[in-house]
T-cell receptor, first 110, second 114 residues
């Protein structure tokens, strides 16, 4: 079956670093996405990994290990505005369907 | 990044009426668009995959006669909720796939059925 797991909630302090983990088991794999979603808004694209390794983009980095079915999103120098849900999503090989995890709600405190 | 618009952003309608939601890719052509619904504090649930010029592919449990999808052009897909009921109240979000396979989301439409 298709399964994507990520922690439900995390809390971190402003200025700190936080790592949000995601594990997946899907029938096919054509890339992994991370999206940020603020309450009441649509998701916004953060990153896309299709090969193993680390992709860095400013304060955000995303890592993928296909053999382990594992990814993480790393947020550095946390800001209050980073408080949001972070969605891990895997694109299937057939039909380009993307399967979403339930999301991790990140709370950044002062 | 690519821009996807959705209209309307909010709609309130009476039970039994139909509501049409438009999804447009503004600066790219999208052969594939997706329609999701999201309940409060829940993740996105894929409803259907919309391909330009062909019939939409619906996920299991989604009534195709209730949620009509039309992908008339490479930049426009519409979702019509027919004979809406209060349980159809939800946040409906579309996304469009770029040539690089990244999905960009529209801002969403909050539907409230009275």
């Amino acid at each position: 079956g298709q399964n994507i797991d990520q922690p439900t909630e995390m809390t971190a302090t402003e200025g700190a670093i936080v790592q949000i983990n995601c594990t997946y088991q899907t029938s096919g794999f054509n890339g992994l996405f991370w999206y940020q979603q603020h309450a009441g808004e649509a998701p916004t694209f953060l990153s896309y990994n299709v090969l193993d390794g680390l992709e860095e983009k400013g304060r955000f980095s995303s890592f993928l290990s296909r053999s382990k079915g594992y990814s993480y999103l790393l947020l550095k120098e946390l800001q209050m505005k980073d408080s949001a849900s972070y969605l891990c999503a895997v694109m299937d090989t057939g039909g380009f369907k993307t399967i979403f995890g339930a999301g991790t709600r990140l709370f950044v405190k002062a | 990044g690519a821009v996807v618009s959705q209209h309307p952003s909010r709609v309130i309608c009476k039970s039994g009426t139909s509501v049409k939601i438009e999804c447009r890719s503004l600066d790219f052509q999208a052969t594939t668009m997706f329609w999701y619904r999201q309940f409060p504090k829940k993740s996105l649930m894929l409803m259907a995959t919309s391909n330009e010029g062909s019939k939409a592919t619906y996920e299991q449990g989604v009534e195709k006669d209730k949620f009509l999808i039309n992908h008339a052009s490479l930049t426009l897909s519409t979702l019509t909720v027919t004979s809406a009921h209060p349980e159809d109240s939800s946040f409906y979000i579309c996304s469009a796939r770029t040539l690089r396979d990244t999905q960009y989301f529209g801002p969403g439409t909050r539907l409230t059925v009275l």
